[in-house]
């Protein structure tokens, strides 16, 4: 993901920083995140001391796995220094299927169907109806008018991505008469998925508070409009439901005390990703931990780095 246009930041992000911060895009769902693709990591401990972990391989059973610990730590226990990553070809071709005029819990359950389907969906994401989204980069007139539109994504060698799209359109059948689209279109549209442009600082919705929140997939639909009728802010689905962004009205503590209670509730946790520096003050980043998970992250971090001169004050405020 580049978080740039979100934040309104220069272009900048890093390989070190996607792993760091665990950052995965759409294909997530089917070739894993961030963590998932670290084979191996040389770091810098807050000893002072110089360690390895992981391999080169795959098949790599040697040690303790601390890459999946370094992988969306924020730099809070080392330092890498050099990384061995898991790369994928890239697909020789794409095609998207669209849905259009969907409310979420419909779509919510289409996307369901095709990930639960043999066509190897590679991307699941739903952006309800919008009066903000008409002049969204890379929707061009895909939701004209800002209507609601659900978008899957098959990729692969081009007989089978088209071969699979004609099935899986069959199957979809019952939501609507999908279209298609291909290639350049589709790389465009999840480009404007994975970087959240309905959102951007640039665009309408700039000044308002943005959040990340995980949950299981199938309550995506019901939180995301529980959200949104409760504040009046707007939503956008990915990785079939299961990754809600919310971008939500100024508010003194961003609505904190809400998205975190519904998250909550549905087994889900949300990150406070872009807000203004006075709420940021006052609001935590990431969502408060469990008294007991917490205690174990905080004895985790204190094996890396007693003395916490890593990233101080970056996962918790209350680290001194």
């Known amino acids: 993901m580049d978080t740039a246009p979100l934040l309104g930041a220069p272009p900048g992000g890093t390989i070190g920083g996607m792993i760091a911060a665990g950052l995965a895009g759409p294909r997530r769902i089917r070739a894993g995140g961030a963590r998932d693709h670290l084979l191996g990591a040389h770091a810098v401990s807050g000893f002072g001391d110089s360690f390895k972990t992981g391999g080169k391989v795959v098949k790599n059973v040697t040690g303790y796995d601390l890459c999946k610990l370094l992988a969306g730590s924020w730099g809070t226990l080392s330092v890498m220094t050099e990384v061995t990553l898991k790369v994928m070809p890239k ?11 969907l409310d979420d ?4 359950k289409a996307m369901t169907a095709a990930l639960g389907s043999p066509f190897d969906v590679s991307g699941a994401a739903h952006l309800p109806k919008s009066e903000f989204r008409a002049k969204t980069e890379g929707l061009g007139d895909l939701a004209g008018e800002g209507e609601a539109l659900t978008a899957l994504r098959l990729e692969g060698i081009t007989a089978s991505a088209a071969h699979r799209a ?12 999908a279209t298609l689209i291909e290639d350049a279109a589709s790389a465009t549209l999840w480009a404007t998925v994975r970087d959240v442009l309905p959102f951007a600082a640039s665009g309408a919705l700039g000044a308002w508070p943005v959040w990340r929140i995980v949950c299981p997939p ?22 079939g439901g299961g990754l809600i962004w919310a971008a939500l009205p100024p508010k003194g503590d961003a609505h904190a005390s809400v998205v975190r209670a519904r998250a909550e509730a549905v087994g889900g946790h949300a990150t406070l990703i872009r807000a203004a520096e006075d709420v940021r003050r006052e609001v935590d980043v990431f969502h408060p931990q469990a008294p007991g998970i917490a205690a174990l992250s905080e004895r985790v971090r204190a094996s890396f780095d007693p003395k916490t001169v890593l990233n101080r004050g970056r996962l918790s405020r209350g680290a001194k």
């Open 91 to 101: 697909p020789e071709a794409e095609r998207t299927l669209l849905l259009r005029g």
């Open 105 to 108: 819990a419909a779509a919510n």
């Open 166 to 177: 004609g099935s899986l359109r069959d199957l979809l059948a019952p939501f609507g008469t």
């Open 218 to 239: 199938a309550s995506g639909a019901a939180l995301g409009t529980q959200l949104a009728g409760e504040t009046g802010g707007e939503v956008i689905y990915d990785w």
